[in-house]
């Protein structure tokens, strides 16, 4: 089992940069691929970025992430990192951490495990 805890969340202009964290308590942290999705109120959660399990080597970006967005795990300190630049105002929604056991998924329904949420608000 894991708790997850993101942190990093705010308030920024469009072009700007934020720097999510997520940290992670429990057995076995580099047995799970990490996940970050988003959520805009009314709307379904959807997939943002993923770093594979172990060392990270397999990663995966949303279309809408891709160049913009880098994800990245640290598993000395169990934490996992979504660097955010030239952010939109399309990015704005509630960003949530997520944990799958030995596998690598890009839908919500995998992942077991989530954090309570951070808020971005990118304003225009």
């Known amino acids: 089992q894991v708790q997850l805890v993101e942190s990093g969340g705010g308030l920024v202009q469009a072009g700007g940069s934020l720097r999510l964290s997520c940290a992670a308590s429990g057995d076995s942290f580099t047995s799970y691929t990490m996940g970050w999705f988003r959520q805009v109120p009314g709307k379904e959660r959807n997939f943002v970025a993923a770093?594979?399990?172990?060392?990270?080597?397999?990663?995966n970006y949303a279309d809408s992430a891709k160049g913009r967005f880098t994800i990245s795990r640290d598993n000395a300190k169990n934490m996992v990192y979504l660097q955010m630049n030239s952010l939109k105002p399309e990015d704005t929604a509630v960003y949530y951490c997520a944990a799958d056991w030995l596998r690598f998924a890009v839908v919500p329904g995998s992942y077991r495990y989530w954090g309570q949420g951070t808020q971005v608000t990118v304003s225009s």
């Open positions: 770093i594979g399990w172990g060392g990270g080597t397999r990663i």
